[in-house]
């Protein structure tokens, strides 16, 4: 079985991205944490499933990328 291949991207063609609050370009990743209910229709499991997603926090003013104007 084939392995799927990681696209090969050249870190110097990335567009810098800024806080929208206050400009700043540096961001912090952490997690935000939930839990799939076991009674969710697609849940098969029949128990809870606890799931994380990345979240980026401004390194400034602490705004979450992302989530402007929410």
Do not use: H
């Given at each position: 079985?084939?392995?799927?291949?990681?696209?090969?991207?050249?870190?110097?063609?990335?567009?810098?991205?800024?806080?929208?609050?206050?400009?700043?370009?540096?961001?912090?990743?952490?997690?935000?944490?939930?839990?799939?209910?076991?009674?969710?229709?697609?849940?098969?499991?029949?128990?809870?499933?606890?799931?994380?997603?990345?979240a980026y926090l401004c390194w400034e003013c602490g705004a979450e990328y992302g989530?402007?104007?929410?």
């Amino acid at each position: 079985m084939l392995s799927p291949q990681t696209p090969q991207f050249d870190i110097t063609e990335a567009i810098p991205k800024k806080c929208p609050q206050c400009g700043c370009e540096l961001f912090e990743a952490l997690y935000r944490m939930g839990t799939i209910p076991s009674m969710a229709i697609r849940n098969r499991t029949g128990q809870d499933v606890p799931i994380k997603f990345e979240a980026y926090l401004c390194w400034e003013c602490g705004a979450e990328y992302g989530k402007e104007g929410k």
